[in-house]
C-alpha cells in the first residue's frame, strides 16, 4: 500500500506554469488558472485521488515576456474549483478552492513580479490536501528588441489518504528558468524559455520511501500583439517536461506537454480573452499511463479609466486515459474572480 501511495502523489505532478505568456505578455489582468492542462488532477489508480496544482499569471512562463507588458499590476482574488471522476472501479468527485495575490512592476529597462497562492482542498470520502506556492521572477531589455529574464517557481503540497491505516506525504517543487522575448517591430514576439524542475517526495508515515527527482523543462511560442487603437493578441505556445523513473525504476514521472492556442481582444474597458489547450502525459517504461487533456478557458476583465480592474476567469476541463488495466474519464469545472489596480 506504500508504494501506491507513492505512485498516487507522483504520477502526475502539479509543478506550475503560469500563465500563457511565453513570446509576450498577456492583454489580461492577474489571475489564476485552476487546473493547468500540464497539471492534471487525474490519477491513474482506482480509489486514489490528487489535486491539480492552480497557478496564477502575474508572473509568466517565460519571464522575458514580463518587459514587454506596458503597465505595473498588483491584485487578489479567490478561486473554486469542483470535478468528478469516473474510473473503471471508483467514481466520485473532488472540490478545492484558495486565496491568492499577486504584483509586477514594470520600467523602461527592467521589470520584477511576484505571486503567491494557498489553496485547500478534499475528495470524496479518501484525502485532504492543502498547498502553496511562490513565484517570482526578474527581466530586462536592451535596444528595444531583445528581453531577457529568471524566474524561480516554490510549491509545498501535504497529502492525506485515508487508505488501511492512512498515510500523509509531502511533495515539494523546486523550479528555476531562465528565459528570452524577441520583439520584432510593434507587432510580432518571439519567445524560448527552459530550466530545470526538482522535485522531493517525502512518505512522512514511512520515511524510508522518499523520492527525488530532476527533470529539464522548456517552453517556445510565437505572438502577435498591437497596443494601438482597440489592443488584441493572439499566441501559440508549447511546453514540455521531461519523464522520468525513480531509484527503484516503479513510479514514473510522467513526461507532459501541452500546446495552447490563445485569443486576446480589448473593447474600451472590456477585455475578453479564450485559451484552448491539449495536453499529453504519458507514463516512463514500465509505468503505463496515456493520458489526454482538453482546456477550455474564457476571460471577461472590465478596467475602469483610473486603473481598477475586475476580472472572471472560467475553464473547462475533461481528460481521458489508461493505466494499468483500467480506464479513467475526469471532468472538472473552475472558476477565479479577482481585484485588480495597474499603474
Partial sequence: ???????????????GQAAA???????LPGTARVVDAEQFFDLA????????????????INPAAMQWQPHSEVGVGLMKSSGTYDDTLTPGSIDFSGQFAGLRWGG???SIGGEAMRWKGHSQATSSHESELTDAAVAAQGFGVLALGARRYRSKQKFHFDIGAGTNDQLYVDQKSGGASLRLGHLFYLGYAAGHE??????????????YYARGVRAYGVALRSDTGSPWRVEVYRTHKEGQL???????????????VVLEAQFGGLILGVASHNGKATGVAPVALDQTVKLAELNLAWITAGGWSTTLHVERMTSD???AGFAFTRKATSSAVSLGHRF
Fill in 321 to 323: 486515459g489508461t493505466g
Fill in 108 to 110: 523602461e529597462y527592467a
Fill in 45 to 60: 489508480i482506482p480509489s486514489l485521488e490528487r489535486f491539480s496544482g492552480p497557478d496564477l499569471t502575474f508572473v509568466p
Fill in 1 to 15: 500500500m506504500k508504494s501506491i501511495s507513492l505512485l498516487a502523489v507522483l504520477l502526475l505532478l502539479a509543478a
Fill in 198 to 211: 526538482r522535485v522531493v517526495f517525502n512518505n512522512l508515515t514511512a520515511p524510508g520511501n522518499n523520492l
Fill in 246 to 260: 525513480d531509484p527503484t525504476g516503479s513510479i514514473s514521472l510522467n513526461e507532459e506537454s501541452d500546446t495552447a
Fill in 21 to 27: 505568456q511565453v513570446a509576450a505578455p498577456s492583454l
